[in-house]
Each structure stands twice: as C-alpha cells, then as structure tokens.
C-alpha cells in the first residue's frame, strides 16, 4: 500500500471541519504490525524494515497488536527539530550491523498520525475522525514512538511551526477517508521552506577541478517521458557529500539528454555528463522562476524512497 499525499496549498484552511497537525521533515514510512513482527515500508513499498531496528523490538511499543497497519514519518531529532541530513544516512542502509550502529548514534522516532487497519478490519473508509479516536486508544507512546498532537486552530499552529524552524503544516478535513496512493485536497500542505524532490538528469565538474563535482542538473518527469529542466544546483555538494554523490553519478552514465528542451548552457554545453534518471534528491529553494527554474537552490539530500515514477504531477507551479 502507498500513503496518501497532501496537496499544496498557500494558506491553512479554516473552520470546524478541518484539524491540523505538524509537518515533520522526515521519510514517510507504513509500519504493518502482526504479533511480535513489524514490517515497515517506504512511500515507494520498498521494506526498509532493516534500516531502522530501533522500531522492530518490544521497546518501540509497537508489537503485539493483530494486524495493525499505522501510517506516520520517520525522523532524526537534533536540537530539538528534525534533521533529514541525519536521517539520509539511514534510508538505504541494509546491513543489520551498520543499521545497529547508527541507531546507536542517531535514533530515529516514529511520528504515527493514521491508522489504516486495526485487529484485522481495514479502517480506510472511516472518516478521519474515527481514525483518529481509534489512534488515541492505542497505547503507542514510547521512547521512538509518539503519537503528535493535533490542532483546531491552524493559523496559530503554523505560526508557531515558523517561529521553531519546524517545516510547515498539514490540515486535513475530519471527514475524509483514507485514499492510498491518491494526492487530493481532503489533505493539504502549507511549508515554510520549499523543499521538493526533483530527477538527477546530468552534472558539471568544477571549472577549476575537473575530478571534482561542481553542480548537478535538476528535472521533473512527465506522464509522456521526456523531463523538464529546473536548474542546477550547487550550494551543499562541497566536501566528502559532493565526492560521495559523484561517485554514485559515475556509475550511471548516459549518452542522451532526458529534457523536453535543452537549455542554453554557453561554454558549459560540452562539458556536461547526462546520467540515467535514477537518483532523487530532495532541494531546498527560495521559489520557482517564471522560466519554471528553481531560485537559490539548496543541495539537502538523496532520496532513497523515491522513484522518477513518484514525482509525475507533483510539480510545482511558478512564483507569482
């Protein structure tokens, strides 16, 4: 099963119909729970269950329910918010050892917000509301996992998120059911900082440094194949994360460009690398140019739980 989505909005919805809940910045995971086995699975149905051992044992809280199937977000708590650099080092992590190890140094915590199936009975077509009662009954808090709070009033919830460099809110209508896979406006997004997922489609060395990455190229797919571009980005590929990702871009070589058009590069157009649209990363930018390119962006990480197939109609809309 693939989680519901949220979709973008630009203000928090209002009224008695609607609650509202933190958006964490973190890997969406679905933990499906029989007896002392728990399985957990990415947005993307990979079994990341190996990564993260911290939820699989009796301290997490989570075993010992009959069919259970939760829905919630992974992260890695520093300073008081989440740390998605922190948790990109666990998301492809499948060595029971390695995974052992960093739950040592950088515990995840199990954020649970849904419940989608309970002793047995698939709860998908309940209203939110009684899922979210349902979800209040079960005793799951412990040390990695927590139940967050929800809210009535998500003006003052997404005000406060902005004062504690928390990454946005989710409001979502009461009576809505649970859609897997569907991204309708039932849940809506608001983020404080844009961060999206986009396709590694190509790179540049440095100008200087031709062993060395200077940026990478950035694109969205479409239904029909061809990708459109959305920029390079080089802020946050400095140091040991730059010579790590380009090792991994090495390994995918590709004779063609993916874009629908070809930018004008000038003196940058022969010395690009084009690579098989496999990795996704996560991007942190200041808004979207009229050109449909992003502004400032920022490097924040790989996605490990993502394919090109899961970005198709996410796109954003360019800046007013």
């Known amino acids: 099963m693939r989680p519901m989505l949220a979709t973008p909005a630009d203000t928090v919805p209002s009224g008695e119909d609607w609650i509202h809940e933190v958006k964490w910045d973190g890997m969406r995971v679905l933990a499906q729970v029989a007896g002392d086995k728990v399985r957990l699975s990415s947005r993307s149905e990979r079994d990341v269950s190996v990564a993260f051992p911290e939820l699989l044992g009796p301290a997490s809280g989570l075993q010992g329910y009959d069919d259970l199937v939760l829905d919630g977000e992974v992260v890695v708590m520093s300073g008081g918010v989440p740390s998605f650099a922190a948790l990109a080092e666990r998301f492809n992590v499948s060595d029971p050892a390695m995974a052992a190890r960093l739950a040592g140094t950088a515990a995840v915590t199990y954020l649970v917000f849904d419940v989608l199936q309970a002793m047995g009975r698939p709860t998908l077509a309940m209203p939110l509301r009684q899922r979210r009662q349902l979800l209040d009954g079960l005793p799951l808090q412990s040390p990695v996992v927590h139940v967050p709070a929800w809210f009535t009033d998500g003006a003052e919830l997404a005000a406060a998120t902005a004062a504690q460099g928390l990454e946005g809110v989710v409001s979502k209508r009461l009576a809505s059911p649970y859609r897997p896979g569907r991204r309708t406006p039932d849940w809506r997004k608001i983020v404080h900082r844009r961060t999206d997922s986009f396709v590694v489609c190509g790179w540049l060395p440095e100008r200087d440094n031709p062993g060395a990455l200077g940026s990478v190229y950035l694109a969205t797919p479409t239904p029909d194949g061809p990708m459109i571009f959305r920029g390079r980005v080089g802020s946050g590929l400095a140091g040991g994360r730059g010579a790590e990702l380009l090792d ?17 590069w000038e003196a940058d157009r022969g010395a690009i690398q084009w690579v098989r649209p496999e990795l996704i990363a996560d991007v942190e930018f200041l808004g979207i140019s009229d050109g449909g390119q992003l502004r400032q962006p920022t490097w924040h990480g790989l996605r490990h739980d993502l394919t090109a197939a899961d970005l198709i109609g996410t796109e954003t809309a360019a800046d007013d």
């Open 248 to 264: 991994r871009l090495r390994e995918i070589p590709s004779p063609d460009s993916p874009l629908t058009e070809e930018p004008v």
